[in-house]
């Protein structure tokens, strides 16, 4: 069982910026590809940005330029910084990790965080 667990969320002014982190623990094997999501009320939720274990990222058009994902693989932990932001912006925001076990590592198994806040007002 792998935990996840997001910090960094909060309430900001357009414009402002907040860096997420989120730190896996637990039974750990591989960490593979980590990301963030976010769900703004009424929408369904979307992949903001992705890294993998490599570095390689992808973002969702609307955040680019403006958001960094990053990772520091020996702390299994992934980061999102948040930078010129938008009050459509505005979302719980879940961190995501792809993970195998060293007992079965071709099995893939997906973790979810609780999710942070994060508003952004005008």
């Known amino acids: 069982q792998v935990d996840l667990m997001e910090s960094g969320g909060g309430l900001v002014q357009a414009g402002g910026s907040l860096r997420l982190s989120c730190a896996a623990s637990g039974n750990i094997g591989t960490v593979w590809a980590m990301g963030w999501y976010r769900q703004a009320p009424g929408k369904q939720r979307e992949l903001a940005a992705l890294i993998n274990r490599d570095g390689t990222t992808d973002y969702i058009n609307s955040v680019k330029g403006r958001f960094t994902i990053s990772r520091d693989n020996a702390k299994n932990t992934v980061y999102l910084q948040m930078n010129s932001l938008k009050p459509e912006d505005t979302a719980v925001y879940y961190c995501?990790?792809?993970?195998?076990?060293?007992?079965?590592?071709?099995?893939?198994?997906?973790?979810w965080g609780q999710g942070t806040q994060v508003t952004v007002s005008s």
């Open positions: 995501n990790a792809a993970h195998s076990s060293s007992a079965r590592p071709l099995l893939l198994t997906t973790y």
